[in-house]
């Protein structure tokens, strides 16, 4: 019987710990293999959670690592819920979250319906219609900020021709109510073939055959689209917003590429907020306090969300 490298790796192994792996059970071999993976999300991601709350109910500035720290308790909580100008920030935020899922939505799955139709040049078109979502945001921010250029931009070019207000004078990014559906604009063209992949994994799940017997019954196609497929359809939608609302939530590259934050605060977004605060005013604990309370609103929002989409799954 030839010899196997099973076979070299046993005689390879000492008599000693070769007789401890054998007297484990299959549950105490399973947690040695996944022991290391569980410290090392622990170190990662529960360590810097439980140290961001005990620093939430201190005055810790980064920038004065020797100066005393002060136990304030929930004083930095008060001072963010009671700030107008967090208010604010939460406002634009929550403009930008729900615009860009409502166009990213509609305009994700009417591009799904048309490519689940299978016509010549299908394969061709979707590979099109997702290089948007392949560039980093970088680029794209860049890519946009010459779109919208007074001088150069083709996008003011775009408007003009349009509304017939000169390009010259026309700013997207400068402009107080303007500069929100700049970025509306920019992050439904990235992110709407992510949106449009998840729609149309639904829209190809159904089954050929409830079509076939919804004929049979002479529905309407109509009848069909409300009955049929926008309900089996709906759990790949509502994943589709709960990816993107958490994404946009914490958008922060894409603005500071386009706007920086303005103009004013127009753009000025929790993200952007939470950076201001910890590092350029250094108030380390009062951020700290702000990262704990959106943790809380977005898993609170997000836990409510998961159980309608369970509901909606066990239809």
Same mark, same amino acid.
């Given at each position: 019987m030839p010899d196997t490298p099973m076979d070299r790796l046993a005689r390879a192994t000492p008599q000693q710990l070769s007789r401890r792996v054998r007297g484990l059970s299959d549950r105490a071999i399973a947690w040695v293999f996944v022991a290391p993976t569980i410290l090392l999300l622990l170190a990662i991601n529960i360590f810097p959670l439980i140290w961001t709350i005990r620093l939430s109910f201190t005055n810790y500035a980064a920038n004065k690592p020797n100066a005393e720290v002060k136990w304030v308790g929930l004083r930095n909580y008060q001072r963010i819920l009671t700030d107008p100008d967090i208010w604010a920030t939460m406002q634009a935020t929550a403009h930008f979250l729900i615009w860009t899922i409502v166009f990213q939505?509609?305009?994700?799955?009417? *591009?799904?319906?048309?490519? &689940?139709?299978?016509?010549?040049?299908?394969?061709?078109?979707?590979?099109?219609?997702? *290089?948007?979502?392949?560039?980093?945001?970088?680029?794209?921010? &860049?890519?946009?900020?010459?779109?919208?250029?007074?001088?150069?931009?083709?996008? &003011?070019?775009?408007?003009?021709?349009?509304?017939?207000?000169?390009?010259?004078?026309?700013?997207?990014?400068?402009?107080?109510?303007?500069?929100?559906?700049?970025?509306?604009?920019?992050?439904?063209?990235?992110?709407?073939?992510?949106?449009?992949?998840?729609?149309?994994?639904?829209?190809r799940s159904i089954p050929d055959y409830i079509y076939e017997a919804a004929e049979v019954d002479r529905a309407s196609k109509w009848r069909q689209f409300w009955t049929m497929t926008v309900p089996m359809v709906l759990?790949?939608?509502?994943?589709?917003?709960?990816?993107?609302?958490?994404? &946009?939530?914490?958008?922060?590259?894409?603005?500071?590429?386009?706007?920086?934050?303005?103009?004013?605060?127009?753009?000025? *977004?929790?993200?952007?907020?939470?950076?201001?605060?910890?590092?350029?005013?250094?108030?380390?604990?009062?951020?700290?306090?702000?990262?704990?309370?959106?943790?809380?609103?977005?898993?609170?929002?997000?836990?409510?969300?998961?159980?309608?989409?369970?509901?909606?799954?066990?239809?």
């Open positions: 939505v509609i305009l994700g799955f009417g *591009l799904a319906w048309l490519i &689940n139709r299978k016509f010549k040049g299908n394969d061709l078109l979707t590979t099109l219609i997702v *290089l948007p979502m392949m560039l980093s945001p970088a680029v794209v921010g &860049n890519f946009w900020t010459f779109l919208y250029e007074p001088q150069i931009g083709l996008f &003011n070019y775009a408007v003009e021709a349009l509304t017939g207000i000169p390009a010259s004078s026309f700013t997207m990014l400068g402009s107080v109510p303007l500069a929100p559906w700049a970025i509306v604009i920019v992050d439904t063209w990235m992110w709407t073939p992510f949106v449009m992949l998840i729609c149309l994994a639904g829209l759990p790949f939608l509502m994943l589709a917003v709960l990816f993107r609302g958490i994404e &946009n939530f914490k958008m922060f590259d894409l603005v500071v590429q386009l706007t920086g934050g303005g103009p004013g605060d127009t753009t000025l *977004l929790t993200s952007i907020e939470l950076k201001r605060e910890a590092f350029e005013k250094w108030r380390t604990g009062y951020s700290s306090a702000y990262a704990i309370i959106l943790f809380v609103t977005v898993f609170g929002l997000a836990s409510i969300y998961v159980k309608a989409l369970n509901k909606v799954k066990d239809r």
